[in-house]
């Protein structure tokens, strides 16, 4: 599976960026999705993941509420919608791919099968 995200930008805080993570071959179906992000210095952080049939979810607790995962298997597409942003937003995000969906997500270091390169996302107070 190779993963290309985009959609990052600059925005003022209180915004919102809608990231995309397109994937190429036949079997994103068959793959829980995730985001990821890593701001300058700071070790890479879960964000969201989402399972294979999109009916589950689960947010780090300094997103929830703000942040939205979903995905669309026709189009072979993950999305992170980001409201209400925050200068600590500020990272590179990342979209990632792995047969399993559940909490070893959010552990740390956690390592998915595939990965995408980052889009950067840069909140301005």
């Known amino acids: 599976v190779q993963l290309q995200a985009s959609g990052g930008g600059l925005v003022q805080a209180g915004g919102s960026l809608r990231l995309s993570c397109a994937a190429s071959g036949r079997t994103f179906s068959t793959y829980a999705m995730g985001w990821f992000r890593q701001a300058p210095g700071k070790e890479r952080e879960f964000v969201a993941a989402i399972s294979v049939s999109g009916r589950n979810k689960y947010y780090a607790d300094s997103v929830k509420g703000r942040f939205t995962i979903s995905r669309d298997n026709a189009r072979n597409t993950v999305y992170l919608q980001t409201n209400s942003l925050k200068p600590e937003d500020t990272a590179v995000y990342y979209c990632?791919?792995?047969?399993?969906?559940?909490?070893?997500?959010?552990?740390?270091?956690?390592?998915?099968?595939?990965w995408g390169k980052g889009t950067q996302v840069t909140v301005s107070s």
């Open positions: 990632a791919a792995d047969p399993t969906y559940g909490s070893s997500w959010s552990r740390p270091r956690a390592a998915p099968d595939y």
